[in-house]
């Protein structure tokens, strides 16, 4: 890292077929210049790199992003290693996980055997989900849609283990994946003592009714759109759903300890918040027509499958090998260090966000980082200036939710502490239980109460490599691990900062105009601010990019088979804070420039820019891995450097200068 930050002052030339070009090393050594830039912008920005990298063995691909969350995860180590803690320790300690092996899951699986009943069953169901064990509904408490000053709790469908529908309703995806998914049920239930046929019979239990429970469940497309729909909001009185769904929300709110009487007070903790009904009313039929002996089956399955990598060896073993190699074409397991270091980092975050801020961040750091999201937010509000399509009132919404965008930047002044929690040095699930029970106590007490914009989320540290809009919030948030090199250094030129770093703030302040986040007003509350005309010339220009990324074949960087396209409904959201993203920052970088110094003259700044921004994507991946991106919302990362090179002028521009360099 050292190295990196020298380098971030430095410049090298690079001799490109005659020409020469000045960049940084740390942009100039991922560049392969063979390749024309107007063909391939990506390959010309990331070809070195690609060539030079190989894939972990413990990974199914590799990124500018997965480099950094790998340096992120480094620092917790330094400080774990040196201020060890009981829940860390329980990871560490191998040698009680393989002596306990089963033994953690005794009790639960002794009352899932013995339940007499289906009530008996899904109530114990129903207790398992408060230590963050899935089953067949999920409780989420966030901001109202409708009131966004006031906590609600929302009842969800239950994310299945191959986590799309996709793997279970399509032949192709599902034929690849058949065989080794019975293999891993049927091995989990043989762990735990089960012979081999019975193993079997009970693994085609648990996946039938997976199958059934995929053809009712919304997609990732639909329960986004759902999301920011006023449409699909269905608020009920705690009694009143209880009464609709018995099995799967009754169960649930009783193990939670809520009040379902009739008699309860209306309040706003008196409520939950459906999207999709039509899930909990074929849930609730399929609890109904499945045997009781079977449902012991499905619950037990869930609970090994959810307890698997936090147990011995030989459970760990058949998660990872499902999960990690042959789903994601991984070839070795992460060491037990980094696993562990992973898992303490949250159980210890007030301690470890303070000590990876005193490493990594430093007032100038936000400064610098401050100023960036003022020049960005100013240049996105230019772009409201200049659209002509869009109206004068729409365009004043525009404006006034941009400026009451809440922001948190680094790290939050404070941390949750589980001090409630008393951690085992010897008892890694058990510890693991002891922690998701006091992060679900604490949203579950947060029902019915005011939101504070300012509070950081408990899955959200300082050293968390992502950045995050919450559109019922109306916040951004980017914590100190992305702001770091290659994207980011207050010591770096403009051009870098604003071309990497830029964008994935842009990206995020776009997200609030995309077509969800543009269903939620300056308060966070869904409510239609957008002329019927204008949101119609929306949809009209969104349409363009569906269809535009839907166009871009992913195929296999081992073979060159394709794989499949881009989904470029389901990628909407993200492709629009691409887009967005890339053209506000352009322009702050722009503007910025004309008041701070670059050591690089206006057309090789320019070039700097867009290399800083391509190069943030570099990656590297198996064909599992590229599959699974395809079902996700986030598009496969060459896709977001090739689109934009083709619909951006500036960066067209560019690439034919940097064509005649070479």
């Known amino acids: 890292m050292a190295k990196a930050l020298a380098a971030l002052g430095a410049v090298v030339t690079v001799a490109m077929a005659g020409s020469i070009t000045r960049f940084p090393p740390s942009v100039a050594d991922r560049m392969d210049t063979t390749v024309d830039p107007c063909e391939d912008f990506y390959e010309y920005a990331c070809g070195a790199w690609y060539k030079n990298t190989a894939i972990p063995a413990s990974d199914g691909g590799v990124s500018t992003m997965s480099i950094m969350a790998k340096e992120a995860n480094d620092v917790v180590k330094t400080f774990l290693n040196t201020n060890y803690n009981d829940f860390y320790k329980s990871c560490m300690d191998t040698d009680k996980l393989e002596s306990l092996g089963v033994t953690p899951l005794e009790s639960p699986l002794r009352s899932i055997r013995n339940a007499q009943s289906k009530s008996e069953l899904l109530s114990e169901a129903a207790g398992l989900t408060k230590f963050g064990i899935p089953m067949f509904a999920t409780f989420v408490t966030a901001a109202d849609d409708q009131n966004a000053s006031v906590n609600s709790l929302f009842g969800r469908q239950v994310v299945l283990p191959l986590t799309s529908p996709s793997y279970y309703i399509n032949d192709t995806y599902w034929k690849a994946v058949e065989a080794n998914y019975t293999n891993y049920i049927s091995t989990l239930f043989q762990l735990v003592g089960r012979s081999y046929d019975q193993a079997i019979i009970a693994a085609a239990k648990v996946i039938e009714f997976e199958k059934s429970t995929a053809g009712f469940e919304f997609s990732k497309l639909e329960t986004m759109d759902a999301e920011a729909s006023s449409s699909v909001y269905f608020p009920f009185t705690l009694h009143g759903a209880s009464e609709r769904f018995p099995m799967t929300i009754g169960s649930m ?58 147990l011995s060896s030989d459970f760990e073993y058949a998660h990872w090998s499902f999960f990690q190699r042959q789903l994601s074409g991984v070839t070795k397991q992460d060491t037990r260090e980094y696993k562990c270091t992973k898992a303490a980092s949250e159980v210890s975050s007030k301690l470890v966000g303070a000590y990876f801020l005193q490493q990594k961040w430093s007032a100038d750091a936000s400064k610098m980082a401050n100023d960036m999201i003022d020049a960005v937010t100013k240049s996105i509000q ?9 109206d004068n009132s729409t365009r004043a919404n525009a404006t006034f939710k941009l400026s009451k965008v809440v922001r948190q930047i680094g790290g939050p002044r404070d941390w949750a502490v589980y001090s409630d929690v008393d951690f085992a040095p010897s008892a890694f699930l058990n510890n693991q239980w002891k922690l998701q029970q006091s992060v679900t106590k604490a949203r579950m007490d947060a029902v019915g109460k005011r939101v504070n914009k300012e509070d950081w989320t408990s899955q959200i540290t300082p050293q968390t490599l992502n950045a995050f809009y919450s559109p019922s919030m109306n916040r951004i948030i980017i914590p100190a691990a992305i702001l770091q090199p290659p994207l980011f250094h207050p010591a770096a030129d403009p051009a870098q ?4 770093a830029g964008m994935v703030i842009g990206h995020e302040l776009t997200h609030g105009f995309d077509n969800h986040g543009r269903q939620y007003d300056a308060n966070g509350d869904i409510k239609s601010w957008w002329r019927n005309n204008t949101a119609y010339e929306f949809a009209k220009k969104a349409q363009c990019i569906v269809d535009q990324y839907g166009n871009f074949n992913i195929a296999s960087e081992t073979t060159g088979v394709v794989l499949d396209s881009v989904n470029g409904e389901l990628t909407l959201g993200e492709t629009i804070a691409d887009n967005g993203g890339v053209k506000a920052s352009f322009r702050a970088y722009k503007e910025y420039v004309k008041t701070h110094a670059s050591e690089y003259t206006n057309e090789t700044g320019e070039k700097l820019f867009f290399l800083s921004f391509a190069q943030t994507w570099c990656g590297k991946f198996s064909d599992s891995v590229l599959r699974n991106q395809i079902l996700d919302v986030h598009p496969p990362l060459a896709s977001v450097s090739l689109a934009l090179s083709k619909t951006m002028p500036t960066l067209r521009e560019r690439s034919n200068a940097l064509r005649i360099d070479s």
């Open 253 to 310: 709110l009783r193990a939670y300890r809520f009040n379902t009487t009739a008699t309860a007070p209306i309040s706003p903790g008196n409520r939950i918040v459906f999207y999709n009904l039509h899930y909990f009313d074929k849930m609730e039929a399929l609890l109904n027509a499945t045997s009781l002996e079977t449902l012991r089956t499905i619950v037990e399955y869930k609970l090994l499958h959810a307890s698997a990598p936090s």
């Open 382 to 390: 230019v772009g409201f200036d200049h659209v002509e399509w869009l």
């Open 497 to 500: 900062n604003f071309g990497a």
